[in-house]
């Protein structure tokens, strides 16, 4: 009777330094600054949460990552604001689904923002909407396909999205490399690739092209976590447009889980 005590004291005691860092939901703040060649600069702020629908177990995975290593569903919404010194405003607002469905490799999502551009003298309002269909053929590992859309008063359409994002180790240390686009109307790339000196610290590079706006943008980035719960990223990016006015871009974001 006393090893059995024991046995069940070690296992309470092993499960809950398992979960001693879950959490279940995540707020943070960020700002930025765009400082291009010619023409006016600005600022943004933003604000996001997401919820998580069941407590993330952070495990031994990268703190960055461990909501998708854990598959954790969830409902996020975010809010960002920029002003232009030329009078100009934006402000976008959206919020978006995840699910991975259980005991299974599924996974689906989905998104819905509103843009309202303020030129001083008249504004337009845009909405842009996304969903995906996914499979996780690997631990890590997610493959999705679906279909990304805007609509306004001067035009409309939808186009195919393809996806993918994997989070494993090379040399012992772990990585993530995502790569994303959408074909049509709206011919639009992404890569981004981070590598993590520890679990907490993690450095990275990321690239967006859009054709449709005709804007090249490279970027570099870093996140740490100072403890489990609080973290401080930092981003710059070096872009170009249609009219080759190159730009660059700096920003920072604090978050916080609880």
Known sequence: MKKLAIASALLSALAVTGTANAYQAEIGASAGYIDPDNGSSGYSLGAEGTYYFNPVQTRNAPLAEAAFLDRASNVKAQVQYQDY?????????????????????????????????????????????????????????????????????????????????????????????????????????NLAADYYIDKSFSIGADYYSNDLTDRDEFGINARKFF????????????????????????????KYRF
Do not use: C
């Open 85 to 189: 010194d030329n009078n100009l405003e934006v402000t976008d607002y959206g919020a978006g689904i995840e699910y991975f469905v259980p005991n299974s490799d599924f996974y689906m999502s989905g998104n819905v923002s509103n843009q309202n551009v303020d030129y001083g003298v008249a504004d337009d309002d845009t909405t842009y909407y996304s969903a995906e269909v996914g499979y996780l053929p690997a631990p890590g590992f997610l493959l999705a396909v679906g279909a990304k859309g805007y609509d306004n008063d001067h035009d409309d359409g939808v186009d195919p999205t393809i996806r993918a994002k994997y989070v494993t180790q090379m040399g012992g240390k772990d990585i993530n490399l995502e790569a994303g686009a959408s074909f049509g109307d709206l011919d639009e790339y």
């Open 227 to 254: 403890t489990p719960q609080v973290s401080l990223e930092g981003r710059v990016g070096f872009g170009e447009t249609a009219s080759n006015n190159d730009y660059n871009t700096f920003g920072v974001a604090a």
